[in-house]
């Protein structure tokens, strides 16, 4: 008995503990922050004429969701063709720019330019690679209107005017799959007028330098100053004569580098090899233009050498192989 009354006892005191205890007082509730709302107008930049108010525009807003709202009452005004900006003189905000991170108060004022008509970069980067490729493949199979009849559809005799192709074509192939499939570009677009500067650019260089370069008359300038150079050298010694005479530039464009060194049949050689060095920028072929130029150096230095003991009137200006160095 006096067990269970013990037991009793202590439940009974445990029980008045936990009714004694004070229960800690639930936290009022946090008001809600007060949002405070943006208001924007949208000036012309030109005659400072109000062309938009917004009202109650939220504080994390950006420039696109602006030009987004000025879009909807001007349809004709996407927002790639708007630019905004804090002030007349000022740079244009991007588009990721927030409202309340720029240094206006609850009333801000933007000015707004038309930029025109917008392309993507995409399409104008496709627009300046294709154009080239055309153009240039054009002048490679000799269409109709562009060379004498006679040489429509005919085909360059020189191995150099096929690889210079084949080079043209997979630069600007690259490049079309390159912005197809690599490039990320960070500005979406850009004016329509200045597609038309873009393109005459890239267009008319290639129409100017595939004209000469797939012309039926056309010969490699190194090779053809080098053939150039040799028929001058022939000039100077008449049949049968060992005569010798200090060559001089003739009515030829390709014999005025006589002015500047004194074999320049090498130069035009070192010319040649150089270029297709760098066209085909193969190991071997830059040894061998190393190994080359090293051989001819000797035997162009051998030469002035010869000139300048045996003609005291020799031109002091000329070097041996490069102009003004070698």
Known sequence: MDVLALEAKTVTGTETEKKSTPRPKPKPPKKPKRTVYFEVEILDKK???KLLLLDKVEPTATILDIKALFHKSYPKWYPARQSLRLDPKAKCLRDEDVLQTLPVGTTASFYFTDLGPQLTWG??????????????LMFY???PFIYSPKYDFTSSKQ????LACMCHSFHYVKRILETLFV???????????????NCGY???????????INHPLYTPPCKLGNFSIHITLRNLKPPGSKT?????PTKNPFTWIFWLVSCPNYTYELGSWIGFTVMTQCVPVGFFTLVAFIQMTVWARGKHRSYLKEFRDYPTLRSSILPFLL
């Open 47 to 49: 005659t400072k004429e």
């Open 123 to 136: 399409t104008v980067f496709l627009t300046e690679c294709a154009g080239p490729l055309i153009i240039y």
């Open 141 to 143: 199979f000799r269409l």
């Open 159 to 162: 191995w150099i005017v096929h």
């Open 183 to 197: 490039h990320r570009i960070s500005h979406g677009t850009m004016p329509l007028r200045n597609i038309f500067k």
């Open 202 to 212: 890239y267009w008319c260089s290639a129409a100017w330098m595939a004209y000469y």
């Open 244 to 248: 010798k005479k200090i060559p001089y």
